[in-house]
């Protein structure tokens, strides 16, 4: 069934999306837009009502009394697949931190070339939290047994797992109870294959419960992991100035965009760009040098952690390729749509997947391989400058805004507390007296389906104008930083007046970028240590904070909302809830509900899906005050701090287009060439 084709603005805010769209028009070549435009989803599958896990099926239910063959009801099918999709998530995630673990022991071994343990100090620290012996002991007997402790949780059997002990204790006691504490990383997701098999779990409250425990082995298991070991190895994020957008691209430069999740090889990609070598031999086939830009989130693992700046998040991965100017697209694991293999075939770019898990026929292959991971790189590095001679007709919007990420757990508590008394005592003191109504997670993916960033930039303004510090990670980050929102000057401009009186005091920016998607644990970090911190309950779901992922789209999505539910967190979904079928059925829907009142009795938490962002911002701060109210705080009241109906801002509105610009982000577009 095809829907109406939008217009250029309907389906991207972004105006660097828009002039590639243009191109992509004048050219005749297809992207995910036209795709989404041309295709409807499936009215029953989206609404989750289709089950196909046996051969007697698949089974469409439409109707409050229909069966499958074998009798199951719609809330049993519902709850199976968010289950496996929440498996599939877990799994994803989970297998990314394995490989980590995995990169880890070889480091420690000495058998990985070219990595070494760049942050010693946080090997220390989680050493330590994890009872690794410390004493006596060099950096790489510790790795080594900290490797083998991460390993480990993955295949393990009984009893629980161990990040699961870094939460508040409240927590681990509520999970305890529940029945949910997750045992060992790849056991939960075998538990949850195997419950929605025919003829398992036909409950759906009881599917759903796998489905939690599931969702924490990702959380405080697999994801948690990854983290700390991207930090260990690569560097605990610090602020740094970089840049975001396709202006990134340089047409004088070999480009080369790195593209996924996992940063062992990107890194490393990273070191290649940066050598001599390589640099002379770019300039020997006619090239200025080599530019290194990256898009989801291995553009954030670099990005948080060398600066490395993002030609921009998902839906930009085709665009990119439309420029004509990137000589390779060097693609790891997750988020890769297998387009853009037909798309670069109209381009001189090679598309280069580099994982035994992922290979897109069409494309280059080019394993990787810990042990040789600097040659590869290299290698990799060769080809693309090779390929630059065969590059044709180009066009690079001139378009890229300045950006500051890489604010990580530790970096903002040095920033708030100083260096001699890391704390957050000075975040949960501008919450508790109201000068910050409260906190939101804005993370998540692009969706063609929407209009691109549109969700994410208006949550984020409208969240910042009511005194809501904002973090985020992922995809959504990088849509933040395409508007300015992810410099300091600029976001402040936007920020409510106390949440501008405090950003002023600390020099905290509003809007915080922390990582990759499976940094979602920094916030799940962030979030026990200011409930240790003191003055705001002893447990999350006290906390007056909210997750959003305005344009979800991926399976990972929903594992990291279900992990963040049962750690107590309201989690808001925009577009269209994967459960949502018998509500266009009957008005009413169980497995929704479950997801909504259920979890909330059991966890404090619950997952809910708006199709407007209006309702997304009303419901967060309905939240938001309501846990102020239960605390007993202040009632949020922007007249009691700063001046409200800033002058400056005032000032600004009179403005033209690109004196705006000027005056918010310090220039009116930066180019990249
Ligand atoms: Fe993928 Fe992490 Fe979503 Fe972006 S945000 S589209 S999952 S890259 Ni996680
Ligand atoms: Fe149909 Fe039941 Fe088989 Fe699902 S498991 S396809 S509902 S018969």
Same mark, same amino acid.
């Given at each position: 069934m095809a829907k109406d084709k939008r217009s250029i603005e309907e389906r991207t805010m972004d105006p660097a999306a828009q002039e590639m769209l243009q191109r992509a028009e004048l050219l005749g070549l297809s992207t995910a837009f036209d795709r989404a435009d041309g295709?409807?989803?499936?009215?029953?599958?989206?609404?989750?009502?289709?089950?196909?896990?046996?051969?007697?099926?698949?089974?469409?239910?439409?109707?409050?009394?229909?069966?499958?063959?074998?009798?199951?009801?719609?809330?049993?099918?519902?709850?199976?697949?968010?289950?496996?999709?929440?498996?599939?998530?877990?799994?994803?995630?989970?297998?990314?931190?394995?490989?980590?673990?995995?990169?880890?022991?070889?480091?420690?071994?000495?058998?990985?070339?070219?990595?070494?343990?760049k942050d010693e100090a946080k090997l220390l620290k989680v050493a330590h939290i994890y009872g690794v012996d410390t004493n006596e002991r060099t950096a790489k007997e510790i790795a080594n047994d900290l490797a083998d402790l991460f390993i480990a949780q993955f295949?393990?059997?009984?009893?629980?797992?161990?990040?699961?002990?870094?939460?508040?204790?409240?927590?681990?006691?509520?999970?305890?109870?529940? %029945?949910?504490?997750?045992? =060992?990383?790849?056991?939960?997701?075998?538990? &949850? *294959?195997? /419950?929605?098999? #025919?003829?398992?779990?036909?409950?759906?409250?009881?599917?759903?419960?796998?489905?939690?425990?599931?969702?924490?082995?990702?959380?405080?298991?697999?994801?948690?992991?990854?983290?700390?070991?991207?930090?260990?190895?690569f560097g605990t994020p610090m602020p740094n100035l970089t840049q975001v957008n396709l202006g990134v691209l340089k047409n004088d430069e070999v480009n080369i965009v790195v593209h996924g999740h996992e940063p062992t090889l990107s890194q490393m990609i990273v070191v290649a760009?940066?050598?001599?070598?390589?640099?002379?031999?770019?300039?020997?086939?006619?090239?200025? %040098?080599?530019?290194?830009? =990256?898009?989801?989130?291995?553009?954030?693992? &670099? *990005?948080? /952690?060398?600066? #490395?700046p993002a030609a921009g998040n998902f839906l930009h991965q085709e665009l990119a390729i439309l420029t004509g100017a990137v000589e390779a697209m060097v693609v790891d694991v997750q988020c890769i749509m297998q387009a853009v293999v037909d798309l670069a075939s109209n381009f001189h770019t090679e598309i280069i997947t580099t994982s035994p898990k992922v290979m897109i026929t069409g494309a280059t292959h080019i394993e990787f391989d810990e042990h040789r991971a600097l040659d590869i790189a290299k290698e990799i590095v060769r080809r693309a400058i090779d390929n630059y001679p065969n590059r044709g007709e180009t066009q690079i919007p001139n378009i890229a805004h300045d950006v500051v990420p890489g604010f990580s757990h530790e970096y903002i508590n040095y920033m708030l507390g100083g260096s001699y008394r890391g704390s957050f005592r000075p975040l949960n003191d501008a919450i508790m007296s109201g000068r910050i109504r409260g906190a939101a997670a804005v993370v998540g993916c692009n969706n063609p389906r929407t209009t691109q960033d549109l969700f994410h930039y208006q949550i984020v303004k409208e969240l910042l104008a009511n005194d809501v510090l904002v973090v985020q990670t992922g995809c959504g980050a990088i849509a933040s930083g395409k508007y300015g929102m992810l410099l300091g000057e600029a976001a402040l401009e936007l920020a409510g007046p106390g949440l501008r009186e405090v950003c002023e005091a600390t020099g905290m920016p509003p809007v915080l970028h922390m990582g990759s998607c499976v940094d979602n644990t920094r916030i799940l970090t962030v979030?026990?240590?200011?409930?240790?911190?003191?003055?705001?309950?002893?447990?999350?779901?006290?906390?007056?904070?909210?997750?959003?992922?305005?344009?979800?789209?991926?399976?990972?999505?929903?594992?990291?909302?279900?992990?963040?539910?049962?750690?107590?967190?309201?989690?808001?979904?925009?577009?269209?809830?994967?459960?949502?079928?018998?509500?266009?059925?009957?008005?009413?829907?169980?497995?929704?509900?479950?997801?909504i009142e259920g979890w909330e009795e059991m966890f404090g938490g619950k997952l809910a899906f708006f199709e407007s962002y209006e309702k997304m911002l009303e419901e967060t701060l309905a939240h938001i005050d309501k846990k102020r109210a239960a605390l007993g705080l202040p009632a949020y009241d922007p007249s009691r701090f700063g001046k409200s109906g800033d002058w400056r801002m005032n000032e600004i509105e009179k403005l033209s287009e690109k004196e705006r610009k000027t005056a918010l982000y310090g220039h009116p577009a930066t180019a990249g060439d």
């Open positions: 295709m409807a989803p499936c009215p029953i599958g989206s609404a989750g009502m289709c089950c196909r896990n046996c051969g007697m099926g698949p089974c469409r239910l439409t109707k409050a009394d229909d069966r499958g063959v074998c009798g199951a009801t719609i809330s049993t099918i519902q709850a199976r697949a968010m289950a496996r999709a929440i498996a599939a998530g877990t799994a994803a995630h989970s297998d990314h931190g394995r490989d980590m673990a995995l990169t880890l022991k070889a480091v420690a071994m000495g058998e990985a070339q070219g990595y070494e343990i295949g393990q059997q009984k009893g629980r797992l161990a990040p699961t002990y870094r939460a508040p204790k409240k927590r681990q006691e509520i999970w305890e109870r529940v %029945g949910v504490m997750p045992r =060992g990383v790849d056991r939960e997701v075998v538990d &949850v *294959m195997h /419950r929605t098999h #025919i003829g398992d779990d036909q409950d759906a409250g009881n599917i759903l419960k796998g489905a939690v425990r599931c969702a924490l082995a990702d959380g405080w298991g697999g994801s948690m992991i990854a983290t700390d070991i991207s930090d260990i190895l760009c940066q050598d001599p070598e390589m640099i002379e031999y770019a300039k020997s086939k006619g090239a200025k %040098g080599i530019t290194l830009s =990256g898009i989801c989130c291995t553009a954030n693992e &670099v *990005m948080v /952690r060398q600066g #490395i979030l026990t240590q200011v409930v240790e911190e003191g003055g705001l309950g002893d447990d999350i779901s006290e906390l007056p904070a909210v997750g959003l992922a305005p344009e979800w789209m991926s399976e990972k999505a929903l594992a990291i909302a279900t992990y963040v539910v049962a750690s107590g967190g309201y989690v808001i979904f925009g577009g269209s809830s994967p459960v949502s079928g018998m509500e266009k059925v009957e008005g009413s829907n169980a497995v929704e509900r479950l997801m």
